[in-house]
């Protein structure tokens, strides 16, 4: 059997050995290598040793992030009851697409404080535009997908678009979930009080059901399930705070975004599934671009809700499409 050691043993062969690792050491030593390689790598560690891994918010909350990379800055914002690691699909196909990429766990969720108070979409807003602040990002895409589309129209509506170039809006909750009197369509209060029960009760067993069932479609006829999605989807939602969870269903069901969506001016992709057992098609895309000054549509037939995830080959593809200039 072949091994390195084998390989070596015999003088001729450790010779070329020699040899080649003299030839790497000089190529090393070289000026042009080692200066090119040595400010590459001084870059990043001036970078982590600023940034770290978490910054703190007004109110005191810490605020857990991933920063990967160079280049023109994406920034995800995920879904409930979920953490950055929901989007690890995307932000390895952008890393590798010469992006860099910043995702975050809201606060309550993943490995962010798990603090009683602050969670409405203001909070999401202002703690995103923390993130944003602090690593200094600017000319910057942000995508959000579910409850993160309503903190990404938030935030924009809140804090202005000058640290910001486009935006994507992925199965997102705008304008509005819930049923008014000006939202006859929406789903009704008593859907989002029972949500709020089941997290409350028996959280554990409920996030098992979201994850096999409507989330990803795995409920319909002949989908087949697939348990390493389904266990991921639950760890990421046990991970989180029962609180924060329970609260963010207020904030992502009652949270009208009307007039948030009117406020934004830079060109934002919005892409639904039309099969999203989880957030409407009908009454949540096609209202979003009727209210934003510079929106696209881009709907996919019999897509879920977790399209991101069972989807991204798809998915990525098109957001490439819409943010490259």
């Given at each position: ?42 870059r990043e560690q001036n970078r982590q040793s600023t940034a770290g891994d978490t910054v703190q918010t007004k109110d005191g909350v810490k605020i857990f ?215 409407p098609y009908a009454d949540s895309a096609p209202l979003t671009v009727k209210l934003l000054r510079n929106g696209t549509l881009k709907s996919y037939p ?24």
């Amino acid at each position: 059997m072949w091994s390195i050691d084998s390989a070596v043993s015999r003088p001729s062969k450790r010779r070329g050995v020699f040899k080649m690792a003299a030839a790497l050491g000089a190529l090393a030593a070289m000026p042009g290598y080692a200066s090119a390689n040595n400010n590459k790598e001084s870059r990043e560690q001036n970078r982590q040793s600023t940034a770290g891994d978490t910054v703190q918010t007004k109110d005191g909350v810490k605020i857990f992030f991933k920063d990967w990379g160079n280049g023109r800055p994406i920034v995800f914002s995920h879904g409930w009851p979920l953490s950055s690691d929901d989007w690890d699909a995307q932000m390895m196909y952008f890393l590798n697409h010469g992006f860099r990429v910043v995702a975050h766990d809201r606060r309550g969720h993943g490995r962010s404080s798990q603090t009683a108070t602050g969670h409405d979409m203001d909070h999401y807003a202002d703690d995103l535009a923390t993130v944003v602040q602090h690593l200094d990002l600017k000319d910057a895409i942000h995508v959000g997908h579910s409850t993160g589309g309503g903190e990404v129209v938030r935030y924009i509506a809140r804090h202005g678009e000058s640290r910001v170039s486009k935006a994507v809006l992925i199965s997102a909750v705008p304008p509005l979930m819930v049923q008014t009197a000006t939202n006859p369509s929406g789903l009704p209060k008593s859907v989002f009080d029972n949500f709020q029960e089941q997290v409350a009760s028996n959280r554990a067993q409920f996030y098992r059901e979201i994850a096999e069932g409507p989330f990803y479609g795995f409920n319909r006829p002949n989908a087949k399930a697939r348990e390493g999605i389904i266990e991921n989807w639950w760890r990421q939602g046990m991970v989180g705070g029962a609180k924060a969870h329970y609260d963010g269903i207020v904030a992502f069901s009652q949270t009208d975004f009307t007039e948030d969506l009117k406020k934004i001016r830079v060109p934002t992709l919005v892409m639904h599934g039309e099969d999203d057992q989880i957030v409407p098609y009908a009454d949540s895309a096609p209202l979003t671009v009727k209210l934003l000054r510079n929106g696209t549509l881009k709907s996919y037939p019999g897509f879920p809700h977790g399209m991101p995830t069972t989807e991204a080959a798809t998915i990525n593809a098109d957001i490439l499409e819409f943010v490259k200039d």
